[in-house]
């Protein structure tokens, strides 16, 4: 089973830049669409930027425009954000979408956004 490894996050004003880097275990990702998704305090997890396996992407009205999806190999999977807001605070994950029961959920990364 492929494990899910994020990394990136921090602290940061607002305003400014972080690149999170998910990792895949093993033999990286399979085929099929894969994204990124958040979860606010006291908020569902949602996803926010995708990546389909024909290319194209799509992201969450929020943060369109501000953030990049994008994949480097097999393995790791790049979101890079601008622009951040306060708003923009969360757990950060990748997971394929739509997520088979299998897929578990890596430790997430924090991005604390700060005015």
């Known amino acids: 089973q492929v494990q899910l490894v994020e990394s990136g996050g921090g602290l940061v004003q607002a305003g400014g830049s972080l690149r999170l880097v998910c990792v895949a275990s093993?033999?990286?990702?399979?085929?099929?669409?894969i994204a990124w998704y958040r979860q606010a305090p006291g908020k569902s997890r949602v996803w926010i930027a995708r990546?389909?396996?024909?290319?194209?992407t799509y992201y969450e009205y929020s943060v369109n425009g501000r953030f990049v999806i994008s994949r480097d190999g097999d393995k790791t999977l790049i979101l890079q954000m601008h622009n951040l807001e306060p708003e923009d605070t969360a757990l950060y994950y990748c997971?394929?979408?739509?997520?088979?029961?299998?897929?578990?959920w890596g430790p997430g990364t924090q991005v604390t956004v700060v005015s």
């Open positions: 093993g033999v990286g990702f399979r085929s099929g669409d």
């Open positions: 997971n394929y979408i739509p997520r088979r029961p299998s897929d578990a």
């Open positions: 990546l389909n396996s024909d290319g194209n």
